[in-house]
């Protein structure tokens, strides 16, 4: 009854079989072949290269079993057998003649018009398609650490609910982070008037292009400042989807905002009371003494009406040089083209920052510059005044975080991923260059037993003692890293397998006499290394490491404290 139900739905569909079904079928190339009871009887080419076999007549008279993995048999012989049938694809394991699996999905059509038992079976290769999903995977777990690791508020909006929020982000509106996944209206973020209108009107935030300065309102009851930007997303359902990114701007906000208060009360008083002229040019002077901060401004010609101390100490100014002189005559080349273009941008918009480099008297410095028009008594821009924060140290800071994310901070070594990203670009560099490169896996003999005996305290400076030994032993160009407890690799570019057998057994010798202090005893210890030379079939950084790690199994069973080449008898 299921044969026949499966065969009407077939016909329904108009998918029939004649004679000369495998020669239309050639057209595919996919596998497709003709079997009855689960013997294949005719096949199209393509079966054959899928199933790795030279000729055709190598498949013909087989069972098709004979390919399928013991797992799947019983289910498929269901199906060729047409006790049961199955109108979708059905993921199975393929093993060719050659050894090798594969990942593939079947389709088995009943053909009984092509005689008694008879059916029409395709596969489709799977293994791309795996690889694919796999590589899709990384890369969103990759995309997801730089999201959740970014230095700024990143969140994501379904409609106008906050469905992911990074770490950044809860900190610069006050949540824990230990609360759970976000699920709050976006517009409860803003501060009034942007969370009224935000809440009655979504499309209002959606319109907004661009980078666009507004406030926050924190957990705590807070405001701040802060520069936001949104980016629809693409939704397969028509529905909302967008990212919110935030940065925190209040520290210079205030800053701005309290040289656009001084202008304002300045140019108040000088249009209502000239005589208190002298008063307020005195006290400018004083404010812009005590400021921290290097401070100038410019005429609308582009030359310089003055600077605060901060700001001649910084760049070692003299009045009497910088007064009355453009940055074309003070600054160098590559400076004045970017300065003049923010200035543009400045005197004719809203106040605009932004982040450059600067030689100091005591060396180069980053600095996040503030601009900003000063007004007439007409309101009509009469010159700029720019404001100078130095970020240098917080700069630093982001350095110092990539360098830790790239080191093991046990031994200052590469850290295990590091290392493969280095150690993959050496690989493709000599092979595309065709030169010789090679590998060392090393492992400190009978580990355990040191923290067993001494303590782990002990065990780590074991382990740093190791890692110093072959760093003091390398080149500037090889490559040191740990990939766990006490096993490490190195890459050696330019070295084929002689010259790495050399550096090994100098850095075996080395090690042997490393002799660690630990509560009056001295514990040495030794290490074994196993090594490899990159050779014309390895493609991947991965497959040179691998016969150098049998090698070092080899030389761990060999006895320890010994050397051992994956090619060696």
């Not at 008879?118 to 995977?137: E, F, H, N």
């Not at 300045?266 to 004083?286: A, D, H, W």
């Not at 760093?471 to 690799?489: K, Q, V």
Request: with cysteine; glycine share 8%.
């Amino acid at each position: 009854m299921g044969n026949e139900v499966g065969t009407a739905e077939r016909r329904k569909r108009k998918v029939q079989f004649s004679d000369n079904a495998i020669v239309t079928l050639e057209v595919t190339d996919q596998f497709a072949a003709r079997c009855r009871f689960g013997t294949v009887e005719e096949a199209n080419s393509a079966a054959a290269r899928f199933l790795g076999v030279t000729k055709l007549e190598g498949l013909l008279g087989r069972s098709l079993l004979d390919f399928i993995a013991d797992d799947y048999r019983p289910v498929i012989q269901e199906l060729l057998d047409l006790h049961v049938v199955e109108l979708d694809p059905i993921p199975l394991m393929i093993h060719t003649p050659d050894g090798k699996s594969r990942e593939a999905e079947i389709k088995i059509h009943p053909a009984r018009e092509l005689g008694d038992g008879s059916s029409i079976v395709t596969l489709r290769d799977l293994a791309a398609q795996t690889r694919a999903a796999m590589q899709a995977r990384r890369m969103d777990a990759l995309f997801r650490s730089l999201v959740d690791n970014a230095m700024h508020m990143i969140c994501r909006c379904h409609g106008e609910r906050v469905v992911y929020i990074n770490s950044a982000g809860r900190a610069l509106i006050g949540l824990p982070p230990d609360e759970g996944e976000a699920s709050w209206p976006i517009w409860t973020f803003f501060d009034e008037p942007y969370r009224s209108l935000f809440h009655e009107d979504l499309s209002a935030l959606l319109d907004e292009t661009g980078i666009v300065p507004v406030r926050f309102r924190r957990i705590d009851g807070s405001a701040i400042d802060v520069q936001v930007r949104i980016t629809r997303l693409p939704d397969e359902d028509n529905d909302i989807e967008f990212m919110l990114e935030a940065r925190d701007i209040t520290g210079q906000n205030k800053a701005v905002s309290a040289l656009r208060a001084m202008n304002d009360t300045l140019e108040r008083r000088v249009v209502e009371r000239t005589s208190e002229l002298n008063i307020q040019k005195g006290f400018l002077e004083r404010l812009l003494t005590a400021m921290p901060n290097p401070v100038w401004w410019k005429g609308l010609d582009g030359r310089y009406l003055g600077f605060n101390n901060a700001f001649a100490t910084l760049l070692n100014a003299d009045p009497d040089t910088w007064i009355g002189r453009s940055v074309e005559d003070v600054a160098p080349g590559d400076h004045v083209a970017l300065s003049k273009t923010r200035d543009e941008q400045a005197l004719n918009g809203p106040p605009i920052a932004y982040e450059m480099e600067l030689q100091a008297k005591d060396g180069k410095r980053q600095f996040l510059v503030n601009k900003t028009a000063w007004l007439n008594e007409r309101k009509q821009p009469a010159g700029l005044i720019g404001v100078m924060i130095d970020i240098s140290r917080q700069k630093d800071l982001e350095n110092e975080l990539r360098r830790l994310a790239t080191t093991d901070a046990l031994t200052g070594t590469f850290n295990r991923r590091h290392f493969m990203e280095q150690a993959a670009e050496m690989v493709a560099v000599a092979r595309r260059h065709h030169r010789a490169a090679s590998v060392m896996m090393l492992d400190i003999d009978h580990f355990k037993r040191i923290n067993d005996t001494f303590g782990h305290p002990v065990g780590d400076l074991a382990i740093k003692a190791l890692a110093n030994t072959c760093m003091g032993a390398l080149r500037g160009s090889d490559i040191l890293g740990r990939l766990g407890g006490e096993e490490f690799a190195i890459c050696l570019p330019e070295t084929d397998l002689t010259g790495c057998r050399i550096l090994a057994e100098r850095m075996r010798e080395a090690v042997a006499a490393i002799c660690v202090e630990a509560d009056g005893h001295q514990v040495r210890f030794t290490a074994s290394i196993g090594i490899a030379g990159l050779e014309e079939p390895d493609h991947s950084v991965d497959i040179v490491l691998a016969r150098a790690d049998q090698a070092l199994y080899r030389a761990k069973n060999g006895g320890r404290n010994r050397v051992v080449a994956d090619r060696d008898a």
